[in-house]
């Protein structure tokens, strides 16, 4: 199926490592025109070359710290500067680190919060003032099953995950009679498969303070597909859910990309 992806004008944040490089890689794939959002430039910039051997048909890297309203504003409008419009907005950038809440304090809370949370809300509103009034737009929005199931160790982040959801379906009803699709995917536990696929400050860079082999050989034996995620399975929900082509009367949704993990919705 054509997905209609070839030159979109396609803003990815957290684009450096992991699930946010899969997805810049897989709308490399289709053609598109590419903005590529994080604070990590060594790592993003690696990346933008490498969407653009895979196909897109423009790679650029923006440094943006999604917490900064300003510095996502400068990322939007890069975007729209280069390609005339913004098509596509993918809130990918998110951050934890695995403790139980006892042990986090409020400077710790307040970190995950602005990450996983406002970031998406900056982010929304700086593509919003272009996708308005060019009276089309798709978001979507990268969540967790934590946000569903409720996690130990990732009690704030779960909270802050949920928000999203809450979030990305009113923007979806406040935002569809100006043509702009909403929608959030879930990954679960999604694991870099080499050490290309991490920049410095992912979340994978030091694997074992996340999750040691063992645990990570009980979290598969645990899913009902009995593996687990791999970047690239959360960049084809995404890009799927991205597509007017595909997904062009699904606004609103929650998708869970999780080996089934979570059984809802
Ligand atoms: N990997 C998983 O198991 C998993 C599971 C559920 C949800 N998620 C979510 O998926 C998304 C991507 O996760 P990942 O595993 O690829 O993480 P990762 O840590 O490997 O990559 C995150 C990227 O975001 C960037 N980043 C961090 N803080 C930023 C900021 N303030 N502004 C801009 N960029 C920033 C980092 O530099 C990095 O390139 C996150 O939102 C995460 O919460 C991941």
């Not at 969407?51 to 897109?56: E, H, L, M, R």
Request: charged share 20%.
């Amino acid at each position: 199926m054509d997905l209609g992806l070839q030159n979109s004008s396609v803003v990815v944040t957290g684009a450096g490592s992991n699930i946010g490089r899969a997805i810049a890689l897989a709308f490399a794939a289709e053609g598109a025109r590419l903005t590529l959002g994080d604070v990590d430039e060594e790592q993003t910039v690696r990346v933008a070359a490498a969407a653009t051997d895979v196909g897109a048909a423009a790679a650029q890297f923006v440094r943006a710290d999604v917490t900064a309203l300003d510095q996502v504003e400068r990322l939007v409008a890069a975007a729209h500067e280069r390609d005339g419009a913004i098509d596509i907005l993918v809130n990918c950038a998110g951050w934890d680190r695995l403790m139980w809440f006892t042990e986090t304090d409020p400077d710790f809370w307040r970190k995950v919060v602005d990450i996983n949370y406002l970031g998406v809300v900056n982010c929304t509103k700086a593509a919003l003032d272009f996708m308005v009034p060019q009276q089309h737009g798709s978001i979507v929005s990268i969540s967790s099953d934590a946000s569903r199931q409720g996690e130990a160790r990732e009690a704030v982040y779960a909270g802050a995950k949920a928000a999203i959801n809450a979030f990305m379906k009113t923007i979806a009803k406040e935002n569809g009679r100006a043509g702009i699709r909403c929608n959030v995917v879930c990954p679960g536990v999604t694991i870099p498969e080499d050490a290309d696929e991490v920049g410095a400050a992912s979340m994978w860079r030091d694997r074992e303070s996340m999750f040691t082999d063992d645990q990570l050989e009980k979290v598969a034996r645990a899913l009902p597909l009995r593996k687990l995620g791999r970047p690239r399975d959360v960049a084809n929900a995404v890009v799927f859910l991205a597509s007017d082509a595909a997904a062009g009367h699904i606004t609103g949704q929650v998708l869970s990309v999780s080996g089934g993990y979570s059984m809802i919705g």
